[in-house]
C-alpha cells in the first residue's frame, strides 16, 4: 500500500508540475550555466531555448545561447541570436565582442569594419577582444596597414591580450619575419611558460618558418607539458616525428596518450592514424567507426575512416565516408585523389572531375591530380584534354612512370614523332595502364581510330575483366559511325560488369537514338530489378520520362523513388529540389530541401538548394540565414555571399546586399555574376558613374568578352543616354564581335529610331558572319513581333537549315504555321519536344498543332499537364480554357478564364479573357 500511495503522490506532484508549465525560465538559464560548467554545451543549448520560449525577453539567456552557438561552431545561429540580444539593451560591452566574431565566421568582414570601426566599449578585455577581430575582418579584406594598426590597439587595451599577440606574431611570420614572430612568442611563453597556444605557434614558427625540426619537436612538447589535452599539438608532434621517418617515436608517444587521455577523440585518432601507417585497416576500421559516430562532421575521420575502407575494398563505405570529408573540408589530398578512384571506377569521370576541378583551378595541381583527371577525361572521349592533363604532370614529377608517360606525350604535342613510339614503348611494357591510356588519348586526339583501338586491344588484355576497355572501345567505334560495333562492344562492357551503369546507359542513348524508347525504358527497369537501389538507374528512368512526355507526376515520384532508394546520396534530392523548382511548386521544393540537409547536414550543394528554394517561398530572412551558414561551410566560395545578397534585396535591404555583393568580389575579384549584380544595384539607386567605372573595370579584365561592354550600354539607357548607349555598343562589336554584341546593338538601333542602319549592320553582319545563326534567330524574333509571320518563318527556316534540330526554331515554325494556316505544324511541333522535353511554350505549341489536326483529347490532356507544370504561366492557362470552350466544356473554361481574370492588369491579355468569358456565360 505505500507503494502504491507514493505512487500516487508522485503523480499528483508531477501533474502540479506540469499544470505550473515545468521550471521557469530562470531556473532553465540556472541549469544550462551548470551544464557549460561541466562543458555539456548540448544540454545547456536545450535549457537555453527552452528559457527563451519561456521568456523571449530574457536578455542573458539570448546572450549566452549566442555565445554557446558561437562555440560550437555554428557561427550564423550565434549571430542571430546576438543581434537579438543586443535589442534586449545589453552593455555593449559584453554583446558586442561576440557578435563581430560571429559575423566574421560567416564573412561579413566589411559590416564589421563598418560597424565597429571606431567604436570604443570602455572595457580593457571587451575593447582588446573586439579590436582583435577588427585585425581579422581588415585581413580578409586585404588592409594589412589597418589590421596591423587593430592588433596595436588591443594590446594598448590590454597589453597581455594574448590572441592580439598571436595574431600579431602571425602576420609577422606571414611579411617573413619569422624571428621577429618568435621573438614575440618567446616574449609570452617566458611571461607565462603555460601557454600551450603559443608553444604551438612557436613550433610551426620553426617548422616552416625556419625549418628547424629538433626546436618545433621541442615546443610542441612543451605545448602538450603546458596543455595536456591540446590536441592540436599532439598531432603537430605526432605528424612531424612521422615525417622524419621516426614512425616507432611517433607510436610510442600515442601509446603513452592512450594511458593518460585514453578515452579522447583526438587519442583514438592519433591511434588509428598510426594504425593505418602500419597497414591495419581492421584496426583503423575499428578505431574510426565509433569516432564517426561520434563526430559525424569531422572531416579528418572521414577521411581516416573512408582510407581504410578503400584499401579493405568496402567501396560504397568508401565513398560514403570521403565524400563527406570532402564536402566538410574541400581539397583534403587524400580523400579527394582516393574518392576520385573510386568515381572512376564506378565510370563517373564527370564527378571525378568535378571533385578535382578546384585544385586544377587553383593554379597549383599536384600531379596526382593531373593524372586522375586525365584519366576522367580519357574516360569522357575528351582526348585533348586528357593529353594536356598528362603533359603537366609529367613536368611536376618526371621521376614518376606515371609522368614518363606523360613526358612522351609532351613530344608527341609538340609534333615529335618519337613521342608515340616512346608512349607505345611504355605502354608494351610497364603492367599498369597509365602509358595504355596516354596511348590511347593521344591516338584519339590524332584522329588515328583503327591505331587507338589496337590500343584498347592492348589494354584489354592487361584488364581481361575490367568493363572500361569496352567501354572505351565502344566509343571509339561510334565516332567512327559503327554503331552495331560499338552496341556490341557496350553490350560485352555490361557482360563484364553487370553493375557497371556506364554501359547500360550507353546501350539506353543508342536505344533512344534508334528510336526504340521502350528498349531503352526496359534496360532501366532491369537494372532497378537487380538493384532495387540503383539510384542512378532511377534518374536515368525520369530523364527518360521527361524526355517522352510523361507528366510531371510521374517524373516527380520517379525522383522521390530514388531519393528514398539513396538517402545519403545528395543528388537524388538535388534533383527532385530542382524539379520541383522548375514546376514552379516552391512548397514541395522547399519541404524536399529541408529533408535533404536534416538528412545531409554537411551537403553545401544541398544547403544551397534549400536557401534558393526559400527564395523562392519569399522566405527570405530564412533564406538569409541559410546562405550565411553556406558561406561559414564554404569560407573560399562567392556562392554563399551572392544568395545573401538576393536575399537582401528581397528583405528591402538594397545596402546589405551591396555589402555582401562586395565582399563576393573580394573572394572573387572578376566574379561577373557579382560584378552585375553591383551595377544592377548602382544603377536602381542613381549612382550612373559608380555603375560606368565598374563596367568599365569588367571591360579591362575582360576586353575581349562582350560582358563589360553591354553593362555599360545597359546603365547608358538607363539614364536616358541612347546614343551614348549606341556608341558603347558600337565598340563593342569592333573589340567583342560576336552574337551577343551584334543582336544588342541591331536591337538598338531600331529602338532608338535608326531603322536604316539597323538594315545596314544587320546585311553587313550576316554577310561577314554566315555562320552566325544566333543572330538569325534574333531577326526571326524581331520579324516575329511585327507580325511579319512569312518574314519570321524564312528567318527560322534559315536556321533550321543549319541546325535541323534546333527545339526553338522548330517551336516557332510550328506555332508560325499554325498562324498562317499552313501544314505541318503537328510535325513540327512532336520533334521540337522531342528534342526539348519538358518545356512549357513547346508543349503549349503542340497542345495548339494536335488540336488543330483534330486530336482535342490529346491536346488537353497535354496542356493540363503542362499548366500543373507552370501554374503561374497564365498565357498557358489561356491556351487550356481555348481548348476547354473548343471541347464544350463550358465550365472548366470559365473557372480557368476566372483565374486569368483576378490577374488584373498583371496580364495583358485580359481582352482576349473578357470576350472569352462573353462566350461561357
Not at 1 to 29: F, H, N, Y
Not at 399 to 408: F, G, I, V
Not at 622 to 639: C, D, E, N, V, Y
Not at 751 to 776: I, N, S, Y
Request: one cysteine or more; charged letters at 25%; hydrophobic letters at 45%.
Amino acid at each position: 500500500m505505500k507503494t502504491l500511495t507514493r505512487s500516487a503522490a508522485t503523480l499528483a506532484v508531477a501533474a502540479l508540475l506540469a499544470a505550473c508549465g515545468g521550471p521557469s525560465a530562470d531556473e532553465l538559464l540556472a541549469t544550462a550555466k551548470d551544464s557549460l560548467a561541466q562543458h555539456d554545451t548540448k544540454s545547456a543549448t536545450i535549457s537555453l531555448k527552452s528559457a527563451l520560449q519561456k521568456n523571449p525577453d530574457l536578455a542573458e539567456a539570448r546572450l549566452l545561447l549566442g555565445t554557446t552557438l558561437l562555440a560550437s561552431g555554428d557561427a550564423a545561429g550565434a549571430s542571430v541570436e546576438l543581434r537579438k540580444a543586443t535589442q534586449l539593451k545589453l552593455p555593449e560591452a559584453r554583446v558586442v565582442p561576440p557578435l563581430a566574431r560571429a559575423l566574421l565566421a560567416t564573412g561579413e568582414e566589411r559590416r564589421i569594419v563598418q560597424t565597429w570601426a571606431d567604436t570604443t566599449l570602455g572595457q580593457p578585455a571587451a575593447d582588446a577582444d573586439l579590436a582583435t577581430t577588427l585585425a581579422q575582418a581588415y585581413l580578409k579584406l586585404d588592409q594589412a596597414e589597418k589590421a596591423a594598426a587593430a592588433v596595436d590597439a588591443a594590446l594598448k587595451a590590454q597589453p597581455d591580450w594574448a590572441p592580439a599577440m598571436l595574431l600579431k606574431a602571425r602576420m609577422l611570420a606571414s611579411r617573413q619575419d619569422v624571428d621577429g614572430a618568435l621573438a614575440l612568442v618567446d616574449r609570452m611563453t617566458a611571461a607565462d611558460p603555460k601557454q600551450a597556444d603559443a608553444w604551438l605557434l612557436k613550433g610551426q614558427l620553426e617548422q616552416y618558418g625556419r625549418h628547424d625540426r629538433d626546436a618545433a619537436l621541442a615546443a610542441y612538447r612543451r605545448a602538450v607539458e603546458a596543455d595536456a589535452r591540446k590536441m592540436t599539438a599532439h598531432q603537430a608532434l605526432v605528424g612531424l616525428l612521422v615525417a622524419g621517418g621516426q614512425l616507432d617515436a611517433a607510436e610510442a608517444h600515442v601509446q603513452q596518450l592512450a594511458k593518460t587521455l585514453p578515452d579522447v577523440a583526438g587519442t583514438k585518432l592519433l591511434q588509428a592514424q598510426i594504425a593505418y601507417l602500419r597497414g591495419d585497416y581492421e584496426g583503423v576500421r575499428k578505431l574510426t567507426q565509433p569516432l564517426v559516430q561520434a563526430t559525424p562532421n569531422n572531416p579528418v575521420v572521414l577521411q581516416l575512416a573512408g582510407a581504410a575502407e578503400y584499401q579493405l575494398r568496402a567501396l560504397p563505405q568508401a565513398e560514403t565516408l570521403l565524400a563527406k570529408a570532402v564536402q566538410l573540408q574541400p581539397g583534403m589530398p587524400l580523400a579527394t585523389g582516393l574518392l576520385a578512384q573510386i568515381y572512376l571506377r564506378g565510370g563517373q569521370a564527370d564527378k571525378a572531375l568535378a571533385l578535382l576541378q578546384p585544385e586544377l583551378d587553383g593554379g597549383k595541381p599536384r600531379a596526382e591530380t593531373l593524372l586522375l583527371a586525365g584519366q576522367a577525361h580519357l574516360q569522357n572521349g575528351q582526348a585533348h584534354q586528357a593529353e594536356a592533363a598528362f603533359a603537366q604532370a609529367a613536368k611536376l614529377a618526371p621521376q614518376d612512370p606515371r609522368a614518363r608517360t606523360a613526358l612522351a606525350m609532351g613530344k608527341i604535342g609538340r609534333g615529335d614523332a618519337a613521342g608515340l613510339g616512346e608512349l607505345e614503348t611504355l605502354a608494351a611494357g610497364d603492367s599498369g595502364v597509365g602509358a595504355d591510356m596516354a596511348l590511347i588519348a593521344s591516338l584519339l586526339r590524332r584522329g588515328d581510330r583503327a591505331k587507338a583501338l589496337k590500343a584498347i586491344d592492348a589494354l584489354d588484355a592487361k584488364r581481361p575483366h575490367d568493363p572500361t576497355p569496352e567501354l572505351l572501345r565502344g566509343r571509339v567505334l561510334l565516332t567512327g559511325g559503327d554503331r552495331a560495333g560499338a552496341r556490341a562492344a557496350f553490350e560485352r562492357a555490361a557482360k563484364r560488369d553487370a553493375t557497371y551503369f556506364p554501359a547500360v546507359a550507353s546501350l539506353a542513348a543508342l536505344d533512344l537514338a534508334d528510336g526504340k524508347a521502350a528498349a531503352a525504358r526496359q534496360r532501366f527497369d532491369a537494372e532497378i530489378a537487380r538493384d532495387p537501389k540503383n539510384w542512378r538507374a532511377m534518374l536515368a528512368l525520369a530523364e527518360w520520362l521527361e524526355r517522352t512526355g510523361a507528366g510531371a507526376d510521374a517524373v516527380s515520384a520517379q525522383l522521390a523513388a530514388a531519393v528514398k532508394a539513396a538517402p545519403n546520396e545528395a543528388l537524388p534530392r538535388l534533383r527532385l529540389i530542382d524539379d520541383r523548382l522548375a514546376r514552379r511548386d516552391a512548397r514541395g521544393a522547399l519541404a524536399a530541401a529541408r529533408d535533404a540537409t536534416t538528412a545531409l547536414p554537411s551537403s553545401a550543394d544541398l544547403l544551397a538548394a534549400q536557401a534558393r528554394a526559400e527564395l523562392a517561398s519569399q522566405d527570405y530572412q530564412q533564406a538569409l540565414t541559410s546562405f550565411q551558414k553556406l558561406s561559414q561551410m564554404l569560407p573560399r566560395s562567392p556562392a554563399g555571399l551572392l544568395g545573401q545578397s538576393d536575399a537582401h534585396l528581397g528583405l528591402k535591404d538594397p545596402a546589405a546586399a551591396e555589402r555582401a555583393l562586395k565582399s563576393a568580389l573580394d573572394l572573387a575579384p572578376k566574379l561577373v555574376p557579382a560584378q552585375r549584380a553591383l551595377i544592377g544595384l548602382y544603377t536602381a539607386d542613381g549612382r550612373y558613374a559608380e555603375a560606368v567605372a565598374l563596367a568599365r573595370e569588367i571591360q579591362k579584365q575582360r576586353p575581349a568578352e562582350a560582358v563589360g561592354y553591354l553593362a555599360e550600354a545597359e546603365v547608358e539607357l538607363a539614364r536616358r543616354k541612347p546614343e551614348a548607349a549606341l556608341a558603347v555598343l558600337r565598340s563593342a562589336v569592333q573589340k567583342a564581335p560576336g552574337a551577343d554584341t551584334a543582336i544588342r546593338l541591331h536591337a538598338a538601333l531600331r529602338a532608338t529610331g535608326h531603322g536604316d542602319e539597323a538594315e545596314r549592320f544587320a546585311a553587313g553582319w550576316q554577310k561577314q558572319h554566315a555562320e552566325d545563326l544566333a543572330f538569325r534567330f534574333h531577326l526571326g524574333d524581331e520579324a516575329l513581333a511585327r507580325q511579319d509571320w512569312a518574314g519570321a518563318e524564312a528567318r527560322y527556316r534559315e536556321v533550321l537549315s543549319r541546325q535541323p534540330n534546333n527545339p526553338l526554331a522548330l517551336n516557332n515554325v510550328a506555332w508560325l504555321l499554325l498562324k498562317q494556316g499552313k501544314p505541318g505544324a503537328l510535325a513540327m511541333a512532336e520533334k521540337a519536344n522531342t528534342v526539348a522535353p519538358g518545356q512549357a511554350a513547346l508543349r503549349d505549341t503542340l497542345a495548339l498543332a494536335a488540336a488543330a489536326e483534330g486530336q482535342l483529347p490529346r491536346a488537353l490532356a497535354l496542356q493540363k499537364d503542362t499548366v500543373q507544370r507552370a501554374p503561374e504561366a497564365p498565357a498557358l492557362r489561356l491556351t487550356l480554357a481555348k481548348l476547354l470552350l473548343q471541347s464544350g466544356d463550358k465550365a472548366g473554361a470559365r473557372a480557368e478564364l476566372d483565374k486569368l481574370a483576378k490577374l488584373g492588369p498583371g496580364f495583358d491579355g485580359q481582352t482576349e479573357v473578357a470576350e472569352l468569358l462573353k462566350k461561357v456565360s
